[in-house]
């Protein structure tokens, strides 16, 4: 069991130091450590109304008028909840706070697997303040990478505040200062306004396919614990792509499949992440899929493989 969660770390540790500094203000971010999480009774979870994000969607919503109550301690006015596809593959969720007035909603996200489970926990301090471009404002924002178990078919996502959060403030920098910035200007020597914390804001976010995911969430297919939730990279898909693609070679005798047929769903996914690793040369992540396919029931994985390495050739 040691060496299991010691491997479980190493994983996580790898996927994240590879997401963009930003991120994490500057902090270690552990999001399998649910220690600081607030404790959400299931009863609770199973009444809030989720808003649906699908792929390459962003969804925009005011807090104040969207948010739902949830009587928690540890969580301060409305909340956010959405569900994303999870079955789709790897999954890039960004979530951005806008500032207005000086005032912003410092968000802390959930996430939970399709029994409510909770996997991750992302705190207030990985939304990072971001200065505002030509087409953004000030905001807080962060970028998720999350890895769905198979099997899994939607992710949930808690967005809520605490009061530790309402008693911080976030610096930002002034309009005049980025503008300056932005076209080679000398910076003026003005003052940054702070935006206080509130229970209000503008929340947008966002769900995207991503082929560099980091954090496995819920129970792995074929699993006999019912409500087991597993974090970190332990799942078929997620190898490490840093190391030299491996020569082309024949793909291994088909191991012994299980005698179920795999369902439709995971079969699709197994192929289409076969196709991308063969697209990207990465023969070796192309085969270890493979592998795994076949070993889960697969019966279209190996066609699959040897006309993705063909068309490579």
Known sequence: MKMKK????????????AAPMTSFAAINIVPQDLSAAPAIPASALQQLQWTPVNASQ?????????GQRLNVS??????MAYSVPANIGELNITLSSKVKDESVFAPNVLVLDQNLSPAAFFPSSFFAYQEPGVMSDNRLEGTMKLTPALGQ??????????????????QMVDPAKAYAKGNGNAVPDIPDPIARHA??????LKASTSSASSILVGPLFGSSAPSAVTVGNTAAPAYNTQSAPAPVAAPAPAPAAKSEPMLNDTES????????AAEKG????????LNEAER?????????????????G
Do not use: H, M, W
């Not at 540890?74 to 909340?79: L, R």
């Not at 889960?296 to 490579?312: E, P, Q």
């Open 296 to 312: 889960l029931g697969s019966k279209t994985a190996r066609a699959t493989f040897i006309s993705s390495v063909k068309g490579k």
């Open 153 to 170: 078919q939607k992710l949930y996502l808690l967005v809520f505040t605490t009061e530790k959060d309402l008693r911080q403030t976030t």
């Open 199 to 204: 229970t209000s804001g503008t929340l947008a």
């Open 269 to 276: 996914y197994f192929n289409r992440a076969i196709k991308q």
């Open 74 to 79: 540890g969580i301060s006015g409305p909340v």
């Open 282 to 289: 990465d023969i070796d992540k192309a085969l270890k899929l």
């Open 58 to 66: 962003t969804v925009t919503n005011d807090i104040s008028v969207a």
């Open 6 to 17: 010691s491997l479980l770390a190493l994983c996580l540790t790898a996927g994240l130091l």
